[in-house]
């Protein structure tokens, strides 16, 4: 396994009295897919939020344990939350484009990030869609609005306008979960592409996406990880009983 | 859109061909130890059955990743299923070269009633059909597989008179005993080498067209234009073929 990039130790989340996460420990290796399974309200979300501290915004949330980013704790009191959001990506399930043009969305990230050079912005554009794998759809309307793309479209706008403030680690919310097969598999062969460059972390309800797509799988249930391992390892021969009959489709 | 997946199906057809090699190579090897009396050959194709064990662990596993990561249909999932028969096929077929290979030494010292009965010939022709079977594997062309089948029941067609012979000496000359027991097993060896290359040929059918040959390829025909030979058709049955038709049915041991 690659070298960690996130570490939690001993994670607790608490919604006011209700335990939503219970001691997770977790190492999430460096420029590889970690996909995140398990039955609707498992803590799966919750756990994701907690990565770019999220969760914050929620008054109500208690959180206990560390989570570390490259040796890091980013909950420590002196750790610039901008800045490590910067560092940190994320993509949701609905796609969320500005209601301005296809550019503007690409260039806002930089942009707030003090760039102001038109080429420079022009290249950080270009090279985000392309990465993003939609330039070619996109090269000719750069200047209508981002609204009048198609939901895959949408989505892969939003991974580009994600990687245009250079990211390393990019956290994905059901990015395909509200799209039809053909985006879909654009959107996995997409992620397969950018593990090489960063850190994905992906929660899907579908089980079929995660062992496609994902180099590690963990399996949370009740807010609990019960098992976290190689994804050809988990979809062929899991150690766990609740995480076969989970898979297999016998609970849950 | 390019398919990651892609690059698994294609290491995995790789793999099989090379399986496929490495089988017809001890199989060609291991008639040569009969036929030359090779001792030295014999002992290391029976050494080189890891290599093939170890290939055959290897596919196995492929498919079962590609299985359960990445829920294969339609051509993609003929391709995996039949790779995974065709490399237990293969497997099989090896350790039938390992068992000739074995009983090549006993039957060494015994050129005379090998001559007799021509099991040069039946060995020209078994060697010709894993040729063959191999070519049809790399080149996916099916045009061929008529010839695979009726070359197979050549094949058949003479070790049963090969046999039939043997256990005749065998009732007149009780000093025979041991080396016709040992052709008995190495003609059993060869009639299955053909039955598991009919096999590769039905899976290739399988996986190009769809179609599923097992239990009809009596009826097989050739797409149509395409009835060229792969090979020369072999020489006459033997005369005295005991024409039991269960016979033909494909090896299926464990
Ligand atoms: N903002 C919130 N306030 C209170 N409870 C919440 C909130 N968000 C999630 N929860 C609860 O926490 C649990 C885990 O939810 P979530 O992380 O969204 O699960 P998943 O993503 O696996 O479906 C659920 O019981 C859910 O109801
Ligand atoms: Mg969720």
Redesign the pocket.
């Known amino acids: 396994m690659k070298e960690a990039k996130i570490v939690t130790r001993d994670l607790t989340l608490h ?2 009295l ?1 335990m ?1 996460l219970n001691s997770i420990n977790l190492h999430i290796p460096e420029k590889e897919v970690t996909a ?1 399974i ?12 907690c990565l770019n501290r999220m969760n914050d915004l ?1 008054p ?2 208690h959180i206990k344990g560390e989570i570390l980013i490259d040796g890091l704790d980013i909950y420590q009191k002196k750790i610039d939350v901008v800045n490590l959001r910067k560092k940190i990506g994320m993509v949701f399930q609905k796609s969320n484009p500005f209601a301005k043009s296809i550019f503007e969305n690409v260039a806002y990230g930089p942009k707030i990030n003090g760039i102001s050079d038109k080429k420079k912005l022009t290249e950080i554009v270009e090279s985000s869609l392309k990465n993003a794998a939609i330039w070619d759809e996109v090269k000719d309307r750069m200047h209508d609005s981002a609204l009048g793309l198609s939901g895959g479209q949408q989505q892969r706008l939003c991974i580009a306008r994600t990687l245009a403030v250079e990211p390393e680690i990019i956290l994905m ?1 059901e990015p395909a979960s509200a799209l039809d097969p053909i985006s879909t598999g654009k959107i996995e062969e997409l992620i397969f592409e950018l593990k090489k460059k960063y850190t994905i972390v992906i ?1 899907t ?1 579908n089980m079929q996406q995660a062992a496609r797509v994902s180099d590690h799988t963990a399996f ?1 249930y009740l ?1 609990e990880l019960i098992e976290f391992g190689k994804t050809r390892k988990i979809f062929t021969a899991p150690d766990i009983k609740q995480t076969e009959e989970y898979i297999t489709g016998r609970f849950g | 859109m390019e398919r990651h997946f892609e690059l698994e199906l294609q290491k995995l057809n790789r793999r099989v061909i090379k399986m496929g090699n490495l089988v017809a190579f001890q199989v060609h090897n291991a008639f040569d130890a009969l036929l030359r009396g090779d001792v030295e050959l014999a002992e290391q194709i029976i050494e080189n059955d890891r290599k093939v064990d170890k290939l055959d662990t290897k596919i196995d596993k492929l498919c079962q990743r590609i299985f359960a990561l990445t829920q294969p249909v339609a051509t993609d999932l003929r391709l995996i299923m039949s790779s995974l028969k065709m490399n237990n096929d293969l497997e099989r077929m090896g350790d039938h070269a390992v068992t000739i290979a074995q009983k090549s030494e006993g039957v060494s010292e015994y050129r005379d009633i090998i001559d007799e009965l021509h099991i040069d010939e039946l060995v020209k022709m078994t060697d010709m059909i894993v040729n063959d079977v191999i070519t049809i594997l790399n080149t996916r062309n099916t045009a061929f597989v008529k010839d695979i089948f009726d070359l197979a029941q050549a094949i058949e067609e003479k070790a049963q008179g090969i046999s039939a012979k043997i256990i005749e000496e065998m009732m007149h000359k009780t000093e025979v005993i041991v080396v016709a027991t040992n052709l008995i097993v190495i003609i059993t060896a060869i009639e299955r080498l053909a039955g598991y290359s009919t096999n590769i040929a039905e899976s290739i059918v399988f996986i190009v067209d769809g179609r599923i040959m097992k239990h009809k390829k009596k009826n097989f025909e050739s797409p149509a234009g395409t009835s060229a030979s792969v090979t020369e058709t072999p020489a006459e049955p033997a005369p005295d073929q005991t024409g039991d038709p269960t016979s033909e049915a494909t090896p299926s041991e464990g």
């Open positions: 919604y006011g209700k939503a995140f398990g039955p609707s309200g498992c803590g799966k979300s919750t756990f994701l939020r929620i109500s949330v919310d929660v309800h949370f807010g």
